[in-house]
Nanobody, 125 residues
Framework: QVQLVESGGGLVQAGGSLRLSCAAS????????MGWFRQTPGKVREFVAA????????YYSDSVKGRFTLSRDNDKNLVYLQMNSLKPEDTAVYYC??????????????????WGQGTQVTVSS
């Protein structure tokens, strides 16, 4: 029930930074919990980060904690993923996802009802 479009991916050298954006449709954006996942060929889609509807709480995978920062601007229907100190192992297609309700299972794909098309992030060594 919400359309999501990711942007901001690209090619960056190790140690560099990128900021991904996820634009969402609808007037009820602030009621949706948002998550970021990533996937590389031959690997399962893995959880990256999640944020509550109000933006008051954020959660990160251990692999990105301290390097990535998730935020949102509900007035603009935007979610941001600031990615710093990028590593080659961060290379993946990054997906934005929306969940109507915040749930304790925020790390699972099945928690989210709507997904964006993904944006490619490539980190060179």
């Amino acid at each position: 029930q919400v359309q999501l479009v990711e942007s901001g991916g690209g090619l960056v050298q190790a140690g560099g930074s990128l900021r991904l954006s996820c634009a969402a449709s609808g007037r009820t954006f602030s009621s949706y919990a948002m998550g970021w996942f990533r996937q590389t060929p031959g690997k399962v889609r893995e959880f990256v980060a999640a944020i509550t509807g109000s933006g008051g709480m954020t959660y990160y995978s251990d692999s990105v904690k301290g390097r990535f920062t998730l935020s949102r601007d509900n007035d603009k229907n935007l979610v941001y993923l600031q990615m710093n100190s990028l590593k080659p192992e961060d290379t993946a297609v990054y997906y934005c996802a929306a969940s109507r309700y915040w749930r304790s299972s925020y790390r699972l794909e099945s928690t989210y009802e709507d997904w964006g098309q993904g944006t490619q992030v490539t980190v060179s060594s």
